[in-house]
């Protein structure tokens, strides 16, 4: 086979492959990174995408935005390209990068959603406690807050990863790095009654050594805990659309907003830049002057 009849799945399925093995990279990243090339592949006509030229990408990342992808969106789409483009360059001796001298789209200077602490507090308090399910709810969504973790982190927690008599857990982040982060008392109570009530009726006769199990007593999804987030907002009658990542940004927002500062939130977080967390200095300013404005008689 020629090297511009090489399969666009092979490529596509090669890259990820080197991307896996050289950086290390987290299933959802490399999941993130496969779906973005994959698109540009079915939108893309021609019979390889070795033959890809520049004028194909801007076409391309113009409908995007013609069709309402975000500028946000759009610029993630043409960073996995780029990637993409700089490695089969190399491995494929092409002539020309065709992503080069093409500027990503400019980006509207979003804030994260985040909640209110009185919207955490009714959302954390709306799991039945009657239930073995509720009574794990509640333990997961203390800890996500507690301690700022990304879903797929809580998800994946181990029991082992517990140290109850000294208040932390330890996190498996982004590229497998590893994090200490405290629980507080509230997160290490529930924490504690879950394990001792709830998780030895939902384990059955399971071997399995993580923390948050389902009604079956094996392994949780992010998609079904979700799906138990949005029931208990809909419940405590939040009316902001949730993310993924709506607790994090809490957790962080909040911290900021009692005095914490950037580098611990940092560290907590488990940020390799101190840069992706100055984006919470911005939230709290943000929350300040809406403050200002509704509660001021001259605001």
């Known amino acids: ?131 073995d399910i509720g009574l794990r709810d509640r333990a997961m969504l203390e800890i996500i807050y507690a301690c700022g973790l990304r879903v797929s982190e809580l998800i994946k927690l181990d029991i082992l990863n517990l140290n109850l008599r000294q208040g932390v857990i330890r996190v498996i982040g982004k590229g497998e790095k590893e994090r200490l982060v405290p629980m507080g008392e509230e997160a290490l109570y529930w924490v504690e009654r879950y394990i001792n009530n ?30 138990r987030i949005k029931e208990y907002a809909a419940k405590a009658s939040i009316k902001e659309d949730l993310s993924p990542h709506t607790l994090r940004h809490a957790f962080a927002t909040h911290l900021i907003n009692h005095g914490a500062d950037l580098r611990t939130v940092q560290l907590l977080l488990g940020h390799s830049s101190l840069s992706t967390t100055q984006i919470y200095t911005e939230v709290a300013r943000h929350r300040m002057k809406e403050l200002h404005n509704e509660h001021h008689p001259r605001g």
């Open 1 to 131: 086979m020629s090297i511009n009849n090489q399969n666009s799945e092979v490529l596509i399925d090669n890259f990820i492959d080197e991307l896996w093995l050289e950086k290390g990279l987290s299933k959802n990243t490399l999941s993130a990174y496969r779906h973005d090339i994959s698109s540009f592949s079915v939108w893309y006509k021609g019979s390889s995408l070795l033959e890809v030229q520049r004028v194909d990408l801007l076409d391309y990342l113009a409908k995007r935005l013609k069709d309402g992808y975000s500028s946000r969106s759009t610029a993630r789409s043409l960073s996995s390209l780029r990637a993409f483009y700089n490695h089969i360059t190399i491995k494929y001796n092409l002539k020309e990068n065709p992503t080069s001298r093409i500027d990503s789209p400019k980006l509207g200077h979003s804030l994260p959603k985040t909640l209110s602490e009185e919207e955490v507090e009714k959302l954390i308090q709306a799991p039945d406690l009657d239930e």
């Open 198 to 227: 709830s998780r030895p009726n939902l384990l059955k006769d399971n071997k399995v050594s993580e923390l948050f199990l389902s009604k079956r007593g094996s392994s949780m999804t992010r998609q079904t805990f979700w799906y």
